[in-house]
């Protein structure tokens, strides 16, 4: 089976059941999906599809055949081919704000926070808290990083109108 | 060779040194070769510097998520006047890393950091000699910046002094350390220095380990843990039922069960399709009958603190209070469940897991396999936040056994199930206080009985394979905690009774961040609020009044005026309206430290939802080496906290637990996350103490009085589900 991660072609062995996420994590030795609970609950094995943020925990491997996914990797060049940029930046906005904030605790749950962050401001460019709250809230942190993540969305989303930094 | 080459590098490197310590270069063997742990009293245990003008420092505590491992550097280069670029960590292994305890108690500063710090300046002191003689300047001539040492008109670096070589040398025991006065990095927010990696995909979790040749594993028992002692027995297993899983296979030892697979898609679907009988468990009391059977249960009775005459304080009083209060059991719950790699040999042993303490699993390994510690070797790699004793010990014994069972190395992953289900639950809690204050609002008599049973000892594993359940020794932190149940007021007249359950009637416990903390605070702070009330005092004025410890009154001001509190009685504003809004205050620790909180809250009366909206929390943790890992660790609290109180429920019946994931055991999410405020104290001239726990006893009773004072009624259990809360609100309105 051929599937396309992070703009490039792989050819997997796995059974088409297999959920995307042993795949990604195993064949492909990805770093960022991370499996959190196996039920799309949390949110920990979020990759973009097509743009869409997608519970790889329990897409079966054949349903992304054809379609584009992006993981935590291939954030930055996926920004730069959205906005149309020349090169892709080491980071997408979102992780550069999450450092500038000192989000993160244990971190585990980022994987998830920043590939939905990301999907929110490609749709959403000027989010409002309320919006915020609302678009993230299927993403769960237990160490409590909520109010940091909050202003980490919003400090990229002013880094991003002004230049697409 | 290693000595030649030791003296050919350092050139004047003996002086200084003695016969014996040069003697003991030939023995120094490659770091990382032999088992663990290294002679505590030696510098080269801590600290190895390399040519090129860098060091590493070889620390045993483990990075949590909350910032230790940064910290821990920041206190290294301060004494050796590094600059944070040049000094980093390796992770904790049994073979490379000092033995300095587990990681808990928050206790990575608290303890780890004067251990760090007299390691860093017993390294400088034999670096400042070699200079000495290198420079042909006195030591109290030299000045030391960014690892380059300066005197006599010129200079040397650390690098070339030592460069890659052992230094050999004992702790002297009279290194000078560096006045606080002095400090340059401790005291300061330096960024966390792992956070870019955890944020670009670049960090390996424990999860993402994988060695050549290694099958996946996964562990199969019934979903949600049955009576602590009662174990789980199987009647039988039916391999029938996963044969259209070839490469699955099935791993048994006594009643410990699982399977591995090549692929980790096979193991996990093994795991769910094999058919097991289990045997029917002894009845647990369930969530409806918990308290009722706790508090009737024969225990073991225990004074922790008496001093007046409780009862002539109590009967005399112009104002008394006496309540009730429940406290839930509590999940650690980590968001990435506990994950290991074991690849057991016939002689010897390798672990990675995600422990707190990798001494304490190297021995109970060294036990469950019967093999001499010094032939295992276990290595630390961060998993998911733990916030207390989950299943990271049992993980690493399920893997350990899969291993041995399999002949090959074994990667295990625990599935949701596993991890909530099985988990060694912060203990549920029972409460009853009396209190009582005089005409002029001074506490004059408080008593608080507490009934909770203690942690367990023998991981679900272990139990698993035959090994008796246990009790965790030592009593102080399991039962009633005179520091926060009135230990920060002035009372004459007071006594503690701690009520303890046997351990093996109930679920697994352990030890959960703030261990039963929460509840106290919970039961405690609102009988205090209640005498201010009472006395027709303000909250904030009263505790003030009673107290006189001034670094509890500092985290109490510290609140109050991060929230502008004014003063007014509590309750004063009720209003008929259905969305009401109260602010509460409270006072807490666990071990050290001193905590202090300011809630404002919103209850709908018609709904039963109560929200957080905005709080706040002071510390004072002496000597804060990094205020704004502090700071984050407040936030952690603030919300976890929230969460606690309004979410968090083991739910179990007759059988066993039913809280399995995040459906039935639910958590604070956006929508509900408050606003947070984090005040941290800085007392640079005391010594530095826990800072990961303490403010978590605060903002529980802060909560729980601005219920109070938004509705004029006391919440006598948590968490403050809707059912709950409407519950009480109608109940008291028609009392």
Redesign the interface.
């Known amino acids: 089976m051929q599937i396309r991660v992070n703009e490039r072609s792989w050819t997997v062995n796995?059974?088409p059941?297999?959920?995307l996420l042993?795949v990604l994590?195993?064949e492909l030795?990805?770093?960022?999906p991370?499996?959190?609970?196996?039920?799309a609950?949390?949110g920990?094995c979020s990759v973009l599809v097509n743009g869409v943020e997608t519970r790889s925990c329990v897409t079966p491997v054949s349903g992304v055949e054809g379609k584009s996914v992006t993981?935590?990797?291939g954030l930055p060049a996926w920004y730069a081919a959205q906005k149309k940029l020349a090169k892709a930046p080491a980071?997408h906005p979102v992780?550069q704000a999450?450092?500038d904030e000192?989000a993160?605790?244990?971190?585990?749950?980022?994987?998830g926070m920043?590939i939905k962050s990301a999907e929110l401001l490609s749709k959403t460019p000027r989010p409002t808290e309320a919006q915020?709250?609302?678009q993230?809230?299927g993403?769960?942190?237990?160490?409590?990083?909520?109010?940091?993540i909050?202003k980490a969305i919003q400090r990229a989303s002013v880094a991003m109108a002004g230049g697409g930094r | 060779m290693i000595r030649r080459d030791f003296l050919k590098a350092g050139g004047a490197l003996v002086v200084g040194f003695s016969l014996r310590d040069s003697l003991v270069a030939q023995e120094q063997v490659v770091r990382g070769t032999k088992a663990g742990p290294p002679d505590a009293r030696q510098v080269d245990t801590w600290l190895a510097i390399h040519a090129d003008n860098t060091a590493t420092v070889y620390i045993g505590f483990a990075e949590?998520?909350?910032?230790a491992s940064t910290a821990l550097l920041q206190i290294a280069a301060e004494e050796l006047d590094l600059d944070m670029s040049q000094i980093k960590t390796v992770r904790l292994d049994t073979n490379v890393t000092p033995n300095q305890g587990g990681t808990y108690s928050s206790a990575s500063i608290n303890r780890g950091g004067p251990q760090v710090r007299t390691a860093a300046a017993e390294a400088r002191l034999a670096l400042l000699k070699l200079a000495s003689a290198k420079l042909n300047a006195p030591q109290d001539q030299l000045s030391v910046s960014k690892g380059v040492v300066s005197g006599s008109g010129r200079s040397v670096t650390y690098g070339e002094l030592v460069g890659d070589k052992p230094f050999n040398v004992t702790f002297t025991g009279t290194a000078p350390v560096k006045p606080t006065t002095e400090y340059k990095i401790v005291g300061t927010k330096f960024?966390?220095n792992?956070?870019?990696a955890?944020?670009?995909?670049?960090?390996?979790?424990m999860?993402?380990v994988?060695v050549p040749g290694m099958l996946h594993g996964r562990v199969v028992r019934p979903r949600g843990q049955r009576m602590y002692g009662a174990g789980a027995k199987i009647v039988s297993v039916d391999e029938a039922s996963i044969r259209a899983i070839p490469s699955a296979r099935v791993l048994r030892k006594g009643d410990f069960l699982g399977v591995v697979a090549e692929?980790?898609?096979d193991a996990?679907r093994a795991a769910q399709q094999l058919k097991v009988i289990w045997e029917t468990p002894p009845a647990l009391p369930g969530n409806a009958g918990l308290h009722e059977h706790m508090r009737t249960a024969k225990t073991e009775d225990s004074i922790v603190l008496e001093r007046g005459n409780v009862t002539t304080g109590l009967s005399g009083a112009a104002h008394t209070v006496s309540q009730t209060c429940l406290g839930p059991y509590h999940a650690h719950?980590?968001?990435?469940?506990n994950?290991a790699l074991a690849d057991v040999k016939p002689d010897s042993a390798l672990v990675m897991c995600s422990t707190q303490d990798v001494y304490g699993t190297r021995n109970s390994l060294s036990r469950l396999l019967g093999m001499p510690a010094e032939k295992i070797r276990v290595q630390y790699y961060?998993?998911?936040?733990t916030?207390g004793h989950s299943c990271y010990d049992d993980v690493a014994q399920a893997v350990t056994l899969l291993s041995q069972l399999a002949g090959k190395p074994v990667r295990l992953?625990f599935?949701?199930w596993d991890e909530h289900g099985w988990d060694n639950y912060g203990p549920a809690h029972l409460g009853e206080v009396r209190a009582a204050a005089d005409a002029n609002g001074k506490i004059a008599a408080y008593e608080y009985q507490g009934w909770q049973h203690g942690w367990s000892n023998t991981e679900t594993s272990a139990q698993l394979i035959g090994t008796p359940t246990s009790e965790w020794p030592g009593g102080g932190v399991q039962g009633v905690n005179r520091l926060t149940c009135g230990g920060m007021y002035d009372i004459p007249n007071l006594k503690l009774v701690n009520h303890k359950l046997p351990v093996t009637a109930y679920l697994k416990g352990g030890w959960l961040r703030s261990p039963l903390d929460l509840s106290f605070a919970f039961a405690s702070e609102q009988a205090i609020d209640q005498l201010a009330y009472l006395t027709g005092t303000d909250s904030y004025e009263f505790r003030k009044r009673n107290m006189t410890d001034m670094r509890w009154l500092g985290v109490l001001d510290a609140a109050a005026q991060a929230a502008k509190w004014t003063p007014r009685k509590a309750a004063a504003n009720l209003s008929k309206a259905n969305l009401v809004t109260g602010r509460g205050i409270g006072v807490g620790t666990h071990l050290t430290s001193y905590g202090g909180a300011v809630a404002e809250i919103e209850v709908n009366k018609e709904t039963g939802r109560v929200v957080a909206k905005h709080l706040y929390g002071a510390i004072d943790a002496g000597q804060v080496v990094n205020p704004?890992f502090v700071e984050?660790q407040i936030?952690?609290?603030?919300?976890?906290t929230a969460?606690r109180m309004f979410k968090e429920e083991v739910k179990f019946d007759q059988n066993g637990v039913t809280s399995l994931?995040?459906?039935s055991y639910p958590?604070?999410?956006?929508?509900e996350?408050?606003?947070?405020t984090a005040v941290v104290v800085q007392r640079l001239d005391q010594r530095s103490t826990g800072a990961g726990e303490e403010v978590m006893a605060a903002a529980a009773a802060a909560i729980a009085n601005a219920f109070f004072d938004a509705t004029g009624v006391r919440m006598k259990q948590f968490p403050f589900t809707p059912a709950r809360v409407l519950a009480a609100l109608n109940g008291a309105k028609s009392a």
């Open positions: 796995a059974a059941d297999t959920r042993y994590m195993n030795q990805l770093q960022g991370r499996f959190g609970c196996g039920l609950q949390c920990s993981t935590l990797e980071l992780q999450m450092i000192q993160v605790q244990c971190g585990y749950c980022f994987n920043i915020i709250r609302t993230m809230n993403h769960l942190c237990r160490c409590g990083t909520y109010p940091r909050m | 949590l998520g909350q910032g960024p966390r792992d956070t870019p955890k944020v670009s995909a670049q960090y390996t979790y999860q993402y994988r692929n980790e898609w996990v719950a980590p968001f990435g469940p994950c961060e998993g998911s936040g916030y992953q599935m949701r704004g984050s936030m952690g609290q603030l919300v976890q969460s994931d995040w459906a958590i604070l999410r956006f929508d996350c408050p606003e947070v």
